[in-house]
Structure formats: C-alpha cells, structure tokens
C-alpha cells in the first residue's frame, strides 16, 4: 500500500487502489483492514473524496502535540525527516485537541523560527483520565481544573457525577465526552485524591496524573511467585560457572535490589580481565506472559523519594533476581579482556551462575580505596580486588574521555524527608570515584553488548543519543560566549569532543553548573531504537542498555537476543520481533520519559511545599535565566529554582538585551546576566502553580533608600512592590 501510493504523484481513491492492486473479493476486505491501520497510526491520510496520501506529499504531520501553558503548542513528529523541526500551533490551530494527543498537523507556511500550521485531524487521544481540582458549580455540577497547566481545557462535570468531591479537593477525572470546537470535555469524577495541602496528596497526585500503576495485577503477582525459586542443578547446568570467581556488587547504601556483580582481575602479562554479571531477568520472565506483558506495559521503574513503583514484583526484583551475596544465582555475563592500558581486547558472552561474596556499598568501597582502617579490616580479603577495580576504571575512563565521550559531574539533590514524606531538607548528593568505577564497568559492558548484537544483525533495541540541532547549538554558542567561550562555525559536523573542550575549560570554574546545564538542555533526549544509531554523549559507535533489566525493559529484549545468538536464532520469531520493534522502541522511550517526568515533578513540588515556611527567608543563588519578563534563580545551597519577575525590579526601568542574554537598568546602568550570583528573598509560593517568586535583595534595599524611580511610568512598564511580605 506505502509503495503504491509512494509512486504515485497524487492521492488515490480505494477504487483505484483496488483497480491498480488487482485485488478481488477476501482481498478487498482486508484492503479495508490495512487501510483502518494505516490511517490509524498517522502513516497515511484520508482526505476529502474519501482520497488517501502520504502525509509527507501533503504537508501534513503526524505527531504527538506538546501544549504550552500560555496557550499554543507544538505537534513532534513521529517520524522525522532531515531538517524537519517541531511544527508551530497557534492556539486558534489547536481546535479540540489536548496536550498530548497524537495528532496530523497542516504545515500552513515557514517562518524564520521554523514551520507553522494547525490540527486538522485527532489520530488518537491521550487524556483518558485527567488530574485536577474540582469546584463545584451548584446543583449544575461542577467543574475541574487540570493540574497539568499543559491541559489548556477545564473540565464539566454534570450534577451526581462527582463522586463525592468537595470543592478545593484534587481528584481524578474519566473523560465521558472528549472536546469539540464548540464544547468542553465532559467527564466523571473516578478518585477523590485529598487536598493539595494534605501530607502525601502530592504522591497521590503525580501517580494519577501519570497513570503510575499502585499494585500489580493478581495473576501477574502469581506469575512472579510461582517462577521466583531458588537456582537448583537442573538450572544451573549447562552454564558457565564463575562462583569460584572473585565477585561483589557494590550499590547505594539503602539498595534492596542488586542487578549487577563485578571482577576484576589482572593477568599475568599485565592486562586485565573484567566480568560484568547481570541478573538473568529472561529466564524467569518468559515472553508473551502476563508478567511479561505487564513488565512491557510499565517499560520501567519510577524512583521517587521515599517509594518505588517497580517493573517487576518484589518476588523478582528483591529476591531472586537480586544477586545477594552468599546465594547462587543465574547471570548473563560478559567477560572483557583488557590490554596492560585499559583498551578492550575481546569479550565473550555467557549464560552463567554466580554466588557473590560481599555486598558492598558504595561508602564503603570508597572507605577501602581510601585507606579506611575499620573498613580494610573487615573486608581485607577483598581490599586488592577493590583497589584493582578501581586502576583499571581510572584507565577505562581516560581512554573514554579521549575518544571525546562527555561527562558531567553535575550535583544531584537528595530530599530529606519526614515519615508523613514531608521535605525537611535537602543535600547534595555524593559524588564518588566508587560510582564512577562502576558505572565505566557498565558503559564497557553495554558497548561490548551492542557490539556483538550489531555484528551479527540480531533484532534488539539499541539505545541511541543523535546529533543535536545546529540550532540549538548556535543558541548555546550565543549563550556561552559572554563566558568566553566558543563552538566550532560547521554546527552541522559538530562532534563531541567539541563540547568536551567547552567542559573541560569550565572545570572547577563559577560558571561550571551553569554552563553545564545549557549543554544539557543543547543536547536531544536519548532513546530507544531498532537501529544502531550510535551515542553522541558517549562518542560510542554502537550502544545499547543491558545491565539493569530488572528496572528496564529494553534490557530484557537485549538479554533475550543475546539469549538467541548463543542457543540458536529463530527466525519465525526474529521476522516477528522485527515487525515489533519500531513501535517498542516508541513505547519503551515513551515510558522512559514519563517516569523522568514523574520523578522530576513530584521532587520540584515537594521543594515548593518546602518553601511555603521560607517566604520572607534569604537566599544566595545563581541567575540560570533570562527572559523580558524576570530572571530565573536556583538557590545556591538547596536547588530551588524560582522567577525573580521584572516587575519586582521597581528601582529602575530594566530592558531585555536577547542577544546578550541579559537586563539592563535604564538609569542605573545595573546588569543582570547569565551565571551572576544574587541574594533574594522568597516573597510568594503559590502550590496551585507550583511556583516560586523571589525578589533581589539589593532592588528591595535600594528601593527600601531612595523610593521607586522618578519620571512617569511607561505604558506597560509601571513597577510595582513585590508581592508577599515585604524586605525586614
């Protein structure tokens, strides 16, 4: 059908695509099918005189549409040809679709900042359920608010179909009617959630509004506990045996699942040897299963603070996939030879059976490598294996980094939580070279992997990271020269090594975090693919995730191909899979960027609620923003971001400079730019919006000496006091 329509110059009616098929009666119903199909996942398009096209002939896009809380949005393609950028959508364009619906867009002309159109057709709906907060209207119903401000539409609610809600209350709403052009979403209230000030609604909320699963499914449950058993000789058979192997897993203090298991040991001409042992998820998760299905439909775990939402039953994940020390247990394996300098030799690939001994954390690794006395006591048969892993990672590592592989050693924070999961406080995460030794084990491990799976053209999902947009990388080329600093002009060719140069000059520097940062939001978002693609981050060639399939899915589809290399290909399954792939990898990066979101969102609204008892408080902080409306401010010791707005700034008439990326004060002169440090004050937290307002210190004691500016104000450009309390 692709290829009938793809040489013709012009949209084709069913009949002349039945007359230039040749196709006859059983033929002309399925026709039917694959059309339904095709028009369905946006590959073709119907069109008046009940014609179908490309959509690429017609330019029209299909794609999934991000809304803007102001009021437009954007449709992304789904597949994206080269130099095709998101599409524009006015907010008349939108007509009756939501934020993240999947939708064909109408290119209607080009502008300087890229193509422009409208909705003309809604392929599939996204919000079936929506979180809000309900207000009643009466005895005429009520009506919700979606938290998601992206959900531009509020919500009607008829009378006897809010389930009890009371009016401020965040619930979940099913959509009984979608929205048209001329009407409202209709819906009924399904879940009463609590109110936004109530401790762990914000849990409750974020769960709901991303459609996080709170239990698993009966027959799942009894899936996983009935394939949950402990390795006997019949298992265990047959593969490699490494339990008389030197082997650790060295994790996070507070982990209750252990993945992956390493040794090192070092050969007697010098080289290395490394086993990387990952948990052997496949063998317990047998495909098709209602296990596996479910595994599939989570695509991962979602780590917020205080809880998990995992992809597997606690059976599995915390018990017998965890490799704990002192109990065999079944692996997949890579062993990688290494020369005397740390550059891979060769690998081989195992179905193997372990037994660890010692679960350490990643403190205590450190402790050893350290010279911590207590700590090389207690382990001392292991302490030259642990001080060996770690040469031999330093030696990964700098072979890593030449190639041009980027790195960033950007602090991470740690929420400090009460037992009602109330933000108390908060810390930079730790940092260490015993995280660092294993996650060079890991890369190694993952590239050896794709490696092997693209040599012999198995069917997998490879984990790729493309080549950023010129565009935005002329942004942060603008962005990052009032530091000094330069990008190569042939934005087109750009490589990573580029960036590297970029990272290693702002190393230990003010502007570091900072300017990190603006590389990262340069960057596209890695994902999953059925081609290997390659990793630009990694300035790896071939790529892909293999060492946590007990949080990841993709990891099982690459534990299950490797399975297949080494037991003999299949290939009934293999043209299968095939077929399947493209949309996994769709699915699984779909996945993957939900839970990012989810986790990202529940610990920027715990850090809200947590400021709610600092208005009046002063911070310091770094400006990582400008717009012409205010500065954006992350607080330098509790990575708060909040919005310091122009109108707070009433000692002058400030202008936005949008080349220089900065304010600048008509009278006084004063400039206020990219990476300067500030004092603020928190003025106002409003936990509707889950937003930050902050003041400049120095702007409210100026002002608190000499008044507000003299001279009339300009149209538009009145200053007023800043809101909340006012400077003490």
């Keep these: 059908m692709l290829d009938l329509l793809s040489s013709h110059g012009r949209p084709l009616s069913v009949r002349e695509v039945v007359r230039r098929l040749g196709l006859e009666g059983e033929e002309r119903r399925e026709l039917k099918k694959v059309l339904r199909g095709l028009i369905g996942d946006g590959s073709i398009v119907k069109i008046r005189g009940a014609r179908?096209?490309?959509?690429?002939?017609?330019?029209?896009?299909?794609?999934?549409?991000?809304?803007?809380?102001?009021?437009?949005g954007f449709v992304v393609p789904e597949e994206r040809r080269e130099g095709q950028g998101d599409v524009f959508i006015p907010a008349g364009g939108l007509r009756e679709a939501l934020h993240g619906d999947r939708v064909v867009a109408r290119v209607e002309r080009e502008t300087a900042k890229g193509p422009e159109g409208r909705i003309i057709r809604i392929l599939e709906r996204a919000q079936q359920r929506v979180v809000g907060r309900y207000e009643s209207d009466g005895r005429f119903g009520g009506h919700v608010v979606p938290f998601d401000r992206r959900v531009l539409q509020e919500f009607f609610i008829p009378a006897g179909e809010d389930g009890g809600a009371e009016s401020g209350e965040m619930v979940t709403v099913e959509v009984t009617r979608p929205a048209s052009e001329k009407r409202n979403p209709i819906g009924t209230v399904v879940a009463v959630l609590g109110r936004l000030t109530d401790p762990g609604v914000?849990?409750?909320?974020?769960?709901?509004?991303?459609?996080?699963?709170?239990?698993?499914?009966?027959?799942?449950?009894?899936?996983?506990?009935?394939?949950?058993?402990?390795?006997?000789?019949?298992?265990?058979?047959?593969?490699?045996?490494?339990?008389?192997?030197?082997?650790?897993?060295?994790?996070?203090?507070?982990?209750?699942?252990?993945?992956?298991?390493?040794?090192?040991?070092?050969?007697?001409?010098?080289?290395?040897?490394?086993?990387?042992?990952?948990?052997?998820?496949?063998?317990?998760?047998?495909?098709?299963?209602?296990?596996?299905?479910?595994?599939?439909?989570?695509?991962?775990?979602?780590?917020?603070?205080?809880?998990?939402?995992?992809?597997?039953?606690?059976?599995?994940?915390?018990?017998?996939?965890?490799?704990?020390?002192?109990?065999?247990?079944?692996?997949?394996?890579?062993?990688?030879?290494?020369?005397?300098?740390?550059?891979?030799?060769?690998?081989?690939?195992?179905?193997?059976?372990?037994?660890?001994?010692?679960?350490?954390?990643?403190?205590?690794?450190?402790?050893?490598?350290?010279?911590?006395?207590?700590l090389r006591k207690r382990f001392s048969s292991l302490v030259a294996d642990i001080e060996a892993m770690d040469e031999l990672a330093r030696l990964m590592r700098g072979h890593r980094v030449d190639r041009g592989s980027l790195d960033f050693d950007l602090p991470e924070p740690k929420l400090i939580l009460d037992q009602d999961g109330e933000m108390t406080g908060i810390v930079a995460h730790e940092r260490l070279d015993s995280m660092r030794v294993i996650e060079e084990f890991m890369l190694a491990a993952n590239e050896a992997v794709a490696a092997k799976l693209h040599r012999y053209g198995a069917g997998a999902l490879y984990r790729i990271h493309e080549r950023p947009d010129p565009e935005k990388v002329r942004e942060f080329g603008e962005l990052v020269a009032s530091f000094g600093y330069r990008v190569p002009e042939n934005l087109e060719t750009i490589r990573p090594e580029d960036f590297q140069r970029i990272?290693?000059?702002?190393?230990?520097?003010?502007?570091?975090?900072?300017?990190?940062?603006?590389?990262?939001?340069?960057?596209?978002?890695?994902?999953?693919?059925?081609?290997?693609?390659?990793?630009?981050?990694?300035?790896?060639?071939?790529?892909?995730?293999?060492?946590?399939?007990?949080?990841?899915?993709?990891?099982?589809?690459?534990?299950?191909?490797?399975?297949?290399?080494?037991?003999?290909?299949?290939?009934?399954?293999?043209?299968?899979?095939?077929?399947?792939?493209?949309?996994?990898?769709?699915?699984?990066?779909?996945?993957?960027?939900?839970a990012t979101e989810a986790e990202r969102e529940l610990i920027e609204w715990k850090k809200v609620r947590f400021m709610a008892e600092k208005v009046g408080d002063t911070f310091s902080g770094y400006v990582t923003g400008v717009q012409a409306f205010g500065l954006f401010v992350e607080l330098e010791a509790i990575y708060v971001q909040g919005l310091v707005h122009v109108s707070s700034m009433n000692d002058d008439y400030y202008h936005f400079d949008e080349k220089a990326h900065l304010l600048k004060g008509e009278s006084t002169g004063k400039v206020y730019r990219l990476g300067d440090r500030v004092e603020v004050q928190v003025v106002r937290v409003d936990l509707d919006q889950r937003k930050i307002d902050f003041a400049l210190v120095d702007v409210l004691e100026r002002v608190a000496e000499r008044g507000t500016p003299r001279g009339k104000p300009r149209e538009g450009r009145r200053p007023t006091r800043p809101r909340g309390r006012r400077s003490r």
């Excluded at 959509?55 to 102001?70: F, I, K, T, Y």
């Excluded at 994940?317 to 060769?346: A, F, H, K, P, Y």
């Excluded at 990891?555 to 949309?583: S, T, Y």
């Design 503 to 594: 990272t290693r000059q702002i190393k230990g520097k003010p502007e570091e975090k900072l300017v990190s940062y603006l590389l990262l939001r340069t960057m596209k978002l890695a994902q999953y693919h059925e081609d290997n693609l390659g990793h630009f981050g990694l300035a790896a060639e071939k790529y892909a995730h293999f060492t946590s399939p007990i949080r990841r899915y993709p990891d099982l589809v690459v534990h299950r191909a490797l399975r297949a290399l080494r037991q003999g290909r299949d290939a009934e399954r293999e043209a299968w899979l095939e077929k399947r792939l493209p949309e996994m990898g769709r699915h699984l990066s779909d996945a993957e960027q939900r």
């Design 202 to 374: 914000d849990l409750k909320v974020v769960m709901a509004k991303y459609d996080l699963p709170d239990a698993f499914p009966p027959e799942v449950e009894e899936e996983a506990e009935r394939v949950a058993r402990r390795p006997g000789p019949g298992e265990t058979k047959g593969r490699t045996d490494f339990r008389d192997w030197t082997t650790v897993t060295i994790d996070p203090a507070t982990a209750k699942d252990h993945d992956d298991a390493v040794g090192v040991e070092r050969r007697k001409d010098g080289g290395w040897r490394l086993a990387v042992h990952i948990a052997d998820v496949a063998h317990y998760v047998r495909e098709g299963g209602p296990l596996d299905e479910e595994a599939y439909l989570r695509g991962t775990s979602v780590y917020f603070p205080d809880r998990v939402v995992p992809m597997l039953p606690e059976a599995l994940s915390n018990d017998v996939c965890s490799l704990v020390d002192g109990d065999d247990r079944l692996t997949q394996s890579v062993v990688i030879e290494l020369d005397r300098e740390g550059r891979v030799v060769d690998a081989t690939f195992h179905d193997g059976v372990i037994r660890s001994l010692a679960s350490l954390s990643y403190q205590e690794a450190q402790g050893i490598v350290d010279g911590d006395a207590p």
């Design 52 to 72: 179908v096209g490309l959509p690429s002939r017609m330019n029209l896009v299909p794609g999934r549409l991000q809304c803007s809380p102001a009021g437009y």
